[in-house]
């Protein structure tokens, strides 16, 4: 079955420190996969999409780069802000019938 | 951005009763909308899918008589936990699809907790 990963354990970073996330898939390929803010007690808010055929895409201080030999997603943010702490999903989008498989999600903290 | 909306956003219940919980697409129309559970320091997982005036189709192990889903018009999608039980105590998420974008829009979610 379609497996998607994301590093469990919490990234603590300082402010102004670029933070990177990683999000692996097994047994699946993918149209594209996006990247979710959630915060505590919220719905997730979309955040990027990047299609199988871009290996990279960017968004103000956000980056995410997709490569399906390696069956990862990479997701930056650059400048790092106390505001940015979150848990962030990624989600494969299952082709056809839109449905998505979300990973745990990583919880980022930046300290000032 | 579209906007989705779920009431309420949260819910105590007792055991044994039933719950509706809607999910709205305020700004666009909405064939498809999606409903996950996710539990504290899990995943979304998805629950069923909620296609306008069809029945809706359950992912493996949900029950369909449990968690009755109508989706009656374009803008709007039901949930009822029926004989809720303390297990059912979760955090119910529902989305929403916008075709023309091919993006799906979250609702804020409803916390129910089931006593």
């Known amino acids: 079955s379609q497996k998607i990963e994301q590093n469990s354990e919490a990234l603590n970073i300082q402010e102004g420190k670029t933070a990177t996330l990683t999000c692996n898939y097994t047994?699946?390929?993918?149209?594209?996969l996006q990247w979710y803010r959630q915060d505590p007690g919220r719905g997730p808010v979309f955040l990027l999409l990047?299609?199988?055929?871009?290996k990279e895409k960017r968004k103000e201080r956000l980056k995410v780069t997709f490569d399906t030999t390696l069956k990862q997603s990479l997701f930056h943010i650059t400048a790092s802000q106390p505001a940015d702490s979150a848990t962030y999903l990624c989600a494969l989008v299952r082709r056809n019938t839109g449905k998505l498989i979300f990973g745990q999600g990583t919880t980022l903290q930046v300290k000032p | 951005g579209a906007v989705v909306s779920q009431h309420p956003s949260w819910v105590i219940c007792k055991s044994g009763t039933s719950v509706k919980i809607e999910c709205r697409s305020l700004?666009?129309?909405?064939?498809?909308m999606f409903w996950y559970r996710q539990f504290p320091k899990q995943s979304l997982m998805l629950m069923a899918t909620s296609n306008e005036g069809s029945k809706a189709t359950y992912e493996q192990g949900v029950e369909k008589d449990k968690f009755l889903i109508n989706h009656a018009s374009l803008t709007l999608s039901t949930l009822t936990v029926t004989s809720a039980h303390p297990e059912d105590s979760s955090f119910y998420i529902c989305?929403?699809?916008?075709?023309?974008?091919?993006?799906?829009?979250f609702g804020p979610g409803t916390r129910l907790t089931v006593t």
């Open positions: 700004d666009f129309q909405a064939t498809t």
């Open positions: 989305s929403a699809m916008d075709r023309a974008l091919n993006e799906q829009y």
């Open positions: 990047i299609r199988e055929n871009e």
């Open positions: 047994n699946y390929s993918p149209a594209y």
